[in-house]
T-cell receptor, first 109, second 114 residues
Framework: QKEVEQNSGPLSVPEGAIASLNCTYS??????FFWYRQYSGKSPELIMS????GDKEDGRFTAQLNKASQYVSLLIRDSQPSDSATYLC?????????FGSGTKLNVKP | EAGVTQSPTHLIKTRGQQATLRCSPI?????VYWYQQALGLGLQFLLW?????ERNRGNFPPRFSGRQFPNYSSELNVNALELEDSALYLC?????WGSGNTIYFGEGSWLTVV
């Protein structure tokens, strides 16, 4: 099992809907998790981090961490076409950051 | 506050040549990370420097090397360039390991090997 795994997608949602992105992780990573957004040809930008079990909200974004099931999710409410990008899940390991391969999100107008 | 800065933005080299990419971390950050991202693919970890020392290295051949300077800036050197080295090279920085390790990326350097 890879340290961080994501479904590559693409995930297509209509404008205004909730987009749900998921990530699972292995025992080889710690309890620090991050979501990055990457537009095509651009560098990843941090959306939010989450360290504790439960939900963390920031504007239209909510990160959820479930340590028992070893998954992290990102919910995007009121999805906009500008949210169309690849979303990377990352986790802190012993001596490096692990990135998932990313989930491509398409928000259709 | 300035973010992570990388140079050059674009670089075109011939197979067999050497490429040098440079990175300046966010002020106060002492850790610098290098990633390679080939077109359409995920991030591949290259190198991590912290406090001037190489802390970890990804699964890349020795012709990928780098260093970190006393001011915490870093450079990545790629020797004997091969066509498959063409990629976006991303530098990221964070506070010293163990003290809030959110990493922030620069805009990247596009390397094209012809």
């Amino acid at each position: 099992q890879k340290e961080v795994e994501q479904n590559s997608g693409p995930l297509s949602v209509p404008e205004g809907a909730i987009a749900s992105l998921n990530c699972t992780y292995s025992d080889r990573v710690s309890q620090s998790f991050f979501w990055y957004r990457q537009y095509s040809g651009k560098s990843p930008e941090l959306i939010m981090s989450i360290y504790s079990n439960g939900d963390k909200e920031d504007g239209r974004f909510t990160a959820q961490l479930n340590k028992a099931s070893q998954y992290v999710s990102l919910l995007i409410r009121d999805s906009q076409p500008s949210d169309s990008a690849t979303y990377l899940c990352a986790a802190l390991g012993f001596n490096k950051f692990y990135f998932g391969s990313g989930t491509k999100l398409n928000v259709k107008p | 506050e300035a973010g992570v800065t990388q140079s050059p933005t674009h670089l075109i080299k011939t197979r067999g040549q050497q490429a040098t990419l440079r990175c300046s971390p966010i002020s106060g950050h002492t850790s610098v990370y290098w990633y390679q991202q080939a077109l359409g693919l995920g991030l591949q970890f290259l190198l991590w420097y912290d406090e001037g020392e190489e802390r970890n290295r990804g699964n890349f051949p020795p012709r990928f090397s780098g260093r970190q300077f006393p001011n915490y800036s870093s450079e990545l050197n790629v020797n004997a360039l091969e066509l498959e080295d063409s990629a976006l090279y991303l530098c990221a920085s964070s506070l010293r390991w163990g003290s809030g390790n959110t990493i922030y990326f620069g805009e990247g350097s596009w390397l094209t090997v012809v």
